[in-house]
Antibody, heavy 124, light 106 residues
């Protein structure tokens, strides 16, 4: 059973870069068949898709965040990572990683399973 | 961007009652709609994908229906563990989520 676990600093200063890593266990990212995604949830609010990556490095990003987001993959560590630059208080959120299935070469764009999430606060 | 609206915002019901949650899209998403359940302090859990397919391990009391712009999640008989927030999510363009419906105990 695949499990995902987010890790990274819980506090980031404004204008700096938020960096998080998701470690996948119980399955190999490099096996293919799935994209690997980041999603965030502002406190008490709804969910926002950030982007996702395939083991090959192919990425898709939310247009509203694209200029500040980089998602990368390290298949040797079975991890993928998120970098969000020039953060402000509006980037304070719980950040989740999740798996996205591909079926017959098509990204199915539903998220299952999810990591437990990690709260990142942007504050000086 | 496709905008999803969910109604009602809050649904107050008793265990054993039937819950009917609505999700409406600002334009057609075909059948590309998923439903998630989220409990306090937990990550969302996939319930339904492609409008009507239950995810692995999801009880049969959860069912989804609809296509185009109007979708429904039905919980046939509420169990105590079903009181939570429910989100719909479309995948027609890039993924977007609805604002959620909270199902609480009456």
């Amino acid at each position: 059973q695949v499990q995902l676990q987010e890790s990274g600093p819980g506090l980031v200063k404004p204008s700096q870069t938020l960096s998080l890593t998701c470690t996948v266990s119980g399955g190999s990212i490099s096996s293919g068949g799935y994209y690997w995604s980041w999603i965030r949830q502002h406190p008490g609010k709804g969910l926002e898709w950030i982007g996702y990556i395939y083991y090959s490095g192919s990425t898709y990003y939310n247009p509203s965040l694209k200029s500040r987001v980089t998602i990368s993959v390290d298949t040797s560590k079975n991890q993928f990572s998120l970098k969000l630059s020039s953060v402000t208080a509006a980037d304070t959120a719980v950040y989740y990683c999740a798996r996205v299935p591909m079926v017959r070469g098509v990204i199915r764009n539903w998220f299952d399973p999810w990591g437990q999430g990690t709260l990142v606060t942007v504050s000086s | 961007e496709i905008v999803l609206t969910q109604s009602p915002a809050t649904l107050s019901l008793s265990p054993g009652e039937r819950a009917t949650l609505s999700c409406r899209a600002s334009q057609s998403v075909s059948s590309y709609l998923a439903w998630y359940q989220q409990k306090p302090g937990q990550a969302p859990r996939l319930l339904i994908y492609d409008a009507s397919n239950r995810a692995t391990g999801i009880p049969a009391r959860f069912s989804g229906s609809g296509s185009g712009t109007d979708f429904t999640l039905t919980i046939s008989s509420l169990e105590p563990e079903d009181f939570a927030v429910y989100y719909c999510q479309q995948r027609s363009n890039w993924p977007t989520f609805g604002p959620g419906t909270k199902v609480d105990i009456k």
